[in-house]
C-alpha cells in the first residue's frame, strides 16, 4: 500500500464521521452514533469507499487508550471519596446485575456451541460490555429538567463515576482469562499486582507531575509527558500483566486527575481525540461491522439484548437505591438514568474483538444498544419528572 | 508485531524528544535538534530501544503533512502580495543560488559514479534541500535586538515567506522527475495543472468554509473539515498529478489561511502536532539516520555542505538586496537573517529519501547544517548590529 492511501482513508472517515455525528445530533443522538454509521456507510458494507487496515486499526488502538486516558483524567476521585456508601452499594448493583444477565442471555442464545470454555467468557464479555453507565446523555437530560443538583442526579453521577472503575476491574479480570491456560487465581493476582504497581508507580509519577505543575504549569512538556505516562502504563499492562491495555491508560488518567494542570492536559488529550483519532476509532467499528452477517438468530438476540441490558440497570441500580432508602418513584429515576451506555461498551466491545473473545457481529447489537438507550433515557426521565411534577411530589 | 509495542514505542520516543528538546533549547538551539537526537540516542545506532517500523513512518508522514498544513496556514498571502518586488527579488534570488550551489557541490563530490542519469536529480534535490529559510530563530533573534520590525526585519520576514512558496513549487518539479520516463515538460504541466486545480476547488472550498466560519464560529467542524481538506488535498497531489503531498498539505493551508478562524484552526493543528506527530517525525529522522555510514569524505561533504548552504543564502539573498538599492549592511544582515535552515529542510530530506532520490547517510549533512545554522545565525546577526551600534548607524 502506498503511503498517501492513509491521506485518502482519514479524509473520508473525517468528513463521513463529522456529518453523520452533526446529522446525529440533530436527531437528538450522541454524535457516537453518527461516527459508527458514517463507517458502516464508507465501509465494505455499503459504498466500499475505505477498506479497513493495519494502519486504521493502530490509529483505532490509540484512540481508545486515549479515550480511556480522558476517562480517568475527567473522573473525580475525591468524589468517589466523598459519595459515600450508598452511591457504592447503588452502582455495584447496577455493574452485577447486568453482568449476571448478559453472561445468561448469551448462553441461553448461543450455549450449544461445543468449544465450551471460550464460549463461557465470550458470554462473560457479553456480560462485562453491559457494565458500564455512559452519563453523559442522562446529565443533558437532567440539565434540561433542572433536576441535575437533587438528590437523584448526584447519586446517578456519583454511582456512574464509580461504576467506571468498577466496570474496569471486571473488564480486567474477564480479559486476562483470555488465555485459556490461566487460571482465575492467577488472573486475579495479575489484576491486583498491576493495581499495586500503579498504585505506587503512580505515586512516584504523581509526585514528579505535581512538581513539574507547580514549577511549569501550563507548559507543552505536561501533557506530552502525560501522554507518554498513559502509553508507558497501556504497555506495562499488556506485555508484563497480561491485561487490557485499556485498563492502564484509565489508571494513569486516574493517577494524574488530581493535578491543578489536569483539565488543561485533558483538554489537549480531547483535542487529539475528537481531530482525529476519535473519529477513527469509531468509525473503523463502523468498518469493521459485518450487517451482512445478520441472520433472524442475531437480530431476536440483538432485541433482547437491549431490553435486558437496559432493565439490568434499572432492576440493579433501581432496586438497590431502594433497598438504600430511596422511595419508589426517585428510585425509578436513578434505574433510568443509569441505563444509557455510550463509548465505553465500544471501547470494551472492541477489546473482545481484538482478544478474540468477541465475534463482531455482535457489534450490531452494541451500536443498537448505544442507539436505542440515547433516545429512551431523556424521553423516560422527562416522563417520569413531568409525572411527579402533576403529581405535585418536589425533589428534596 | 503486538499492537501494545507501538505504545511503547510512542512513550518512549515523546519521553526522549521531549527531555532532548528541553536540553537543546537550554543550550539556545532549536528543539527540532533535540528531537533528532533523541531519534539518534534511542535508535538502532546507539540504545537501540525503539526500531523503525511501518507504523512510525506513517505516523510520521503524517507529521510531516500536519507541520507543512501548518506553514500554509500561518503565511499570509495578503503580505506576500504587498510586500512587493524587492522581497519576491531577495527569495527569488534565495533560492535559486542555493539551488544551483547545492546541485553543482553534490555532482563536484559524487559526480562520478555511473547511474548518471539518478545521479543528477539527487544532485537537484540537494540543491532542493538548501532553498528553504527557516525564519524562525532569526525572528526571535531580531526580536530580542529590538530590529524585527525595521526595514531588514520586514523584508526578511516577507523574502521568508516568498521563499516557501518558491521553494514549494523547486520541490515540486524535482520530485515529478522521479520517474525516469517524465519528461520535465510533463512535470511542468502536471504542476501547473495541480496548481489551477487547487486554484479552482480551493476557491469553491474556501467559499464552503467562510459561510460555516461566519455560521458555525469556533466549533469543532471548521478544524475536523479543515484536517480533511489538507488531507485530501496531499492525496490528490500525490495519486493524481504525481506531485509530493507535502506539496498538497502547504496548499490547503494556504487557502485556508485567510479564513477568519485560520488561527483557531492553526492552534488545533499546532496541540496535534507538538503533542504527537511532531516528536514523532523528528525522532523518526533520527531513527532512520545511520552514523556508521559516516566516511572521511561524507565529513568532508557535510562540512563543505555546511558552508555552501550559509555562504549560498547570504550571495543570493543579500546580493540581491544590495542590488535592490539597500546599503552594504543592510544587504549582509538581509543575507545572515535568511541562513538559517530548519523543519522545512528535513521534511524536503524525509521527501527524498521516500522517493530514492536520496541516500539517508545524507540526513547527517542536513541536521548538522540545521544545528550550525541555529547556532550561527543569532550570533552573527548581533554581531552586525552591535558593529553599527557602535558606529552610530541607525536603522530607517
Given at each position: 500500500m502506498e503511503t498517501y492511501v492513509i491521506f485518502r482513508d482519514i479524509a473520508i472517515i473525517l468528513v463521513a464521521a463529522k456529518f453523520c455525528g452533526l446529522a446525529a445530533r440533530q436527531l437528538h443522538m450522541p454524535s457516537v452514533v453518527g461516527n459508527i454509521i458514517a463507517g458502516l456507510l464508507i465501509g465494505p458494507c455499503v459504498l466500499n469507499f475505505v477498506q479497513p487496515s493495519d494502519?486504521?486499526?493502530?490509529?483505532?488502538?490509540?484512540?481508545?487508550?486515549?479515550?480511556?486516558?480522558?476517562?480517568?483524567?475527567?473522573?473525580?476521585t475525591k468524589e468517589i471519596i466523598r459519595s459515600g456508601p450508598k452511591a457504592l452499594a447503588v452502582a455495584a448493583s447496577g455493574v452485577i446485575v447486568p453482568l449476571v444477565a448478559g453472561t445468561a442471555l448469551f448462553l441461553l442464545f448461543y450455549g450449544q456451541a461445543d468449544t465450551q470454555r471460550n464460549l463461557f467468557y465470550e458470554a462473560l464479555f457479553i456480560g462485562c460490555i453491559l457494565t458500564a453507565t455512559s452519563v453523559s446523555i442522562t446529565v443533558e437530560a437532567l440539565r434540561e429538567l433542572g433536576h441535575l443538583k437533587g438528590k437523584v442526579g448526584t447519586t446517578i453521577m456519583s454511582a456512574a463515576i464509580i461504576d467506571d472503575v468498577l466496570g474496569i476491574i471486571v473488564l480486567t479480570l474477564i480479559s486476562g482469562l483470555k488465555d485459556p491456560n490461566t487460571s482465575i487465581l492467577m488472573v486475579g493476582v495479575n489484576t491486583l499486582a498491576f493495581f499495586v504497581f500503579s498504585a505506587v508507580v503512580g505515586y512516584i509519577i504523581f509526585r514528579c507531575f505535581k512538581w513539574m505543575d507547580a514549577k511549569y504549569p501550563h507548559t507543552r512538556r505536561v501533557p506530552i509527558l502525560a501522554l507518554a505516562f498513559c502509553m508507558a502504563m497501556s504497555y506495562v499492562a499488556e506485555a508484563y500483566f497480561g491485561i487490557a491495555d485499556i485498563t492502564g491508560a484509565y489508571l494513569a488518567g486516574l493517577v494524574l486527575s488530581n493535578l491543578?494542570?489536569?483539565?488543561?492536559?485533558?483538554?489537549?488529550?480531547?483535542?487529539?481525540?475528537?481531530?482525529?483519532?476519535?473519529?477513527?476509532?469509531?468509525?473503523?467499528?463502523?468498518?469493521?461491522?459485518?450487517?451482512?452477517?445478520?441472520?433472524?438468530k442475531l437480530m431476536l438476540f440483538t432485541l433482547v439484548f437491549v431490553v435486558v441490558a437496559l432493565?439490568?440497570?434499572?432492576?440493579?441500580?433501581?432496586?438497590?437505591?431502594?433497598?438504600?432508602g430511596f422511595n419508589g418513584s426517585e428510585s425509578l429515576k436513578i434505574g433510568v438514568g443509569m441505563m444509557n451506555r455510550g463509548e465505553v461498551?465500544?471501547?470494551?466491545?472492541?477489546?473482545?474483538?481484538?482478544?478474540?473473545?468477541?465475534?463482531?457481529?455482535?457489534?450490531?447489537?452494541?451500536?443498537?444498544?448505544?442507539?436505542?438507550?440515547?433516545?429512551v433515557t431523556p424521553i423516560l426521565l422527562k416522563v417520569l419528572y413531568q409525572r411527579d411534577e402533576r403529581l405535585g411530589i418536589t425533589e428534596e
Open positions: 494502519f486504521l486499526s493502530q490509529m483505532a488502538e490509540i484512540g481508545v487508550v486515549l479515550l480511556m486516558f480522558t476517562a480517568g483524567l475527567e473522573s473525580d491543578h494542570d489536569a483539565p488543561y492536559i485533558e483538554r489537549k488529550m480531547d483535542i487529539n481525540a475528537y481531530i482525529i483519532f476519535g473519529p477513527l476509532f469509531f468509525a473503523s467499528i463502523g468498518l469493521s461491522t459485518d450487517v451482512g452477517d445478520m441472520d433472524s432493565l439490568a440497570k434499572i432492576v440493579g441500580c433501581g432496586g438497590m437505591a431502594r433497598l438504600c461498551a465500544l471501547i470494551v466491545a472492541q477489546k473482545g474483538l481484538a482478544l478474540g473473545l468477541l465475534n463482531s457481529m455482535f457489534f450490531t447489537s452494541v451500536i443498537m444498544l448505544i442507539l436505542i438507550s440515547a433516545i
